[in-house]
């Protein structure tokens, strides 16, 4: 099972978007199967009331991991660690439409948004 995580550097600039997920996702079945790839992001669902205080924030802890050499390689004080475009409660609805935009199949598109998951569960927890 691979889990796609919706991260920032699905892309070189550190500013993913959604389409980038798309991509990971269709590159990722073409590899491996549509039967052994879903979600893998542990991020929130949670919508952020004011990104802009959010990403001040962020930038800060961003510049403090900087300072003690802790920091993500590419990793700027203006990277979320998040798809911007993707995020809040409304995310996977979204997503499961760009797949059908890109040619996913209702079957196909199930199974990467959780399907495979539970069937890899099942297997391993069963």
Same mark, same amino acid.
């Given at each position: 099972?691979?889990?796609?995580?919706?991260?920032?550097?699905?892309?070189?600039?550190?500013?993913?978007?959604?389409?980038?997920?798309?991509?990971?996702?269709?590159?990722?079945?073409?590899?491996? %199967?549509?039967?052994?790839? =879903?979600?893998?992001? $542990?991020? /929130?669902?949670?919508?952020? #009331?004011?990104?802009?205080?959010? &990403?001040?924030?962020?930038?800060?802890?961003?510049?403090?991991?900087?300072?003690? %050499?802790?920091?993500?390689? =590419?990793?700027?004080? $203006?990277? /979320?660690?998040?798809?911007? #475009?993707?995020?809040?409660?409304? &995310?996977?609805?979204?997503?499961?439409?760009?797949?059908?935009?890109?040619?996913?199949?209702?079957?196909?598109?199930?199974?990467?948004?959780?399907?495979?998951?539970?069937?890899?569960?099942?297997?391993?927890?069963?």
């Amino acid at each position: 099972y691979v889990g796609v995580y919706f991260m920032p550097f699905l892309n070189l600039s550190g500013h993913a978007h959604a389409e980038d997920v798309v991509a990971h996702i269709a590159h990722a079945v073409n590899v491996c %199967g549509e039967d052994h790839v =879903g979600i893998g992001t $542990d991020g /929130s669902v949670s919508a952020i #009331d004011d990104l802009q205080a959010y &990403q001040s924030h962020l930038a800060a802890e961003i510049e403090g991991r900087a300072k003690a %050499g802790i920091g993500a390689k =590419g990793e700027r004080p $203006d990277t /979320s660690p998040f798809v911007v #475009d993707l995020r809040g409660p409304e &995310q996977f609805r979204k997503l499961e439409g760009l797949l059908k935009a890109k040619g996913f199949t209702e079957r196909p598109i199930d199974k990467v948004m959780g399907l495979n998951f539970l069937a890899y569960a099942r297997e391993i927890w069963g």
